[in-house]
């Protein structure tokens, strides 16, 4: 694991950044979970996190079926890609894309704004 610098995880997926020479590709964010794998720029984890936010996991909390439902589509920031999810994998998917974006804005505010 030499090769990547990981910036967030849960036990449904991981995050994080490939290593090239020894430094970060932190142009594009590699997101792992279920059989799933999506390289995103920094702009397009944001635009996930609102498509999740807005979704509302498909209105599944309100929902008396929620816990029997099998699948509804959750969106992409890349238009041609659906997923197919339940309401416990919306919620796993939503904490790893959070997680990931709380990790990104902490790494640039300590290597932009904590230099002395």
């Known amino acids: 694991m030499k090769d990547i610098q990981q910036l967030y995880y849960n036990t449904f997926g991981v ?15 590699q997101v792992v979970f279920k059989d799933t794998g999506m390289y ?12 999740i936010k ?9 929902c008396s079926m929620s816990k029997c439902c099998r699948k509804f589509l959750l969106k992409t920031p890349v238009p041609e890609i659906d997923l197919a999810v339940d309401y416990n994998e919306f919620l796993q998917i939503k904490d790893l894309i ?3 974006l709380f990790k990104i804005d902490l790494f640039n505010y300590l290597s932009k704004e904590c230099l002395n």
């Open 15 to 29: 995050s994080f950044y490939w290593i090239k020479e020894g430094k970060p590709l932190s142009r594009r964010i």
């Open 54 to 62: 807005n979704c509302g996991g498909g209105n599944c909390a309100s």
């Open 40 to 51: 995103l720029t920094a702009e397009q984890v944001v635009e996930f996190a609102d498509i």
């Open 98 to 100: 959070d997680g990931t």
